[in-house]
């Protein structure tokens, strides 16, 4: 006999909201306290740097193209293709778990923990919004 998988059970984005906002918090509170160490530094060696910065304009103006090309183009290009790459990711994932339960591109498979769930807990009726009815669409789709 199947192990019995509770399908019907929801899950909100809401239980995802901290652990983001927290590493969020946590990669601020590491930029600015970079940014406070650097702006220590150069508060202590103000004269030096401020001759430093006279005497070779050209570096100066160098590393400030360079930082606003990091910052806004590098940066947004590379997070963004990391994000796609990682929705993407977790999309395969997703659709290879649900197919595992049984939930195929035909619907579901005779025999599955999904045909064995239906049967023994649904009957006929798919509850519309359930679980077992978002697990039956992800495993429709072919790509």
């Known amino acids: ?12 984005s809401d239980e995802f909201v901290p652990s983001i906002s927290h590493i969020i918090s946590t ?8 940014f406070v160490l650097v702006s220590d530094w150069i508060t202590d060696h103000f004269s030096e740097v401020q001759g430093w910065v006279i005497s070779h304009p050209l570096y100066v103006a160098a590393a400030i193209f360079g930082v606003v090309i990091l910052v806004f183009v590098l940066v947004p290009c590379i997070a963004s293709s990391a994000f796609q790459l990682a929705w993407r990711g977790l999309q395969w994932l997703g659709r290879a778990f649900v197919r ?6 035909k619907g579901v498979t005779k025999g599955s923990t999904a045909a064995h769930y239906q049967s023994r807990r649904l009957g006929g009726s798919i509850p519309a919004g359930s679980m077992f009815s ?3 669409s992800v495993g429709a789709t072919q790509r």
């Open 1 to 12: 006999m199947a192990p019995m998988i509770p399908l019907m059970t929801t899950v909100t």
């Open 27 to 34: 990669v601020v509170k590491f930029v600015t306290g970079y």
């Open 134 to 136: 978002s697990f039956q």
């Open 100 to 105: 595992c339960l049984g939930f195929g591109t």
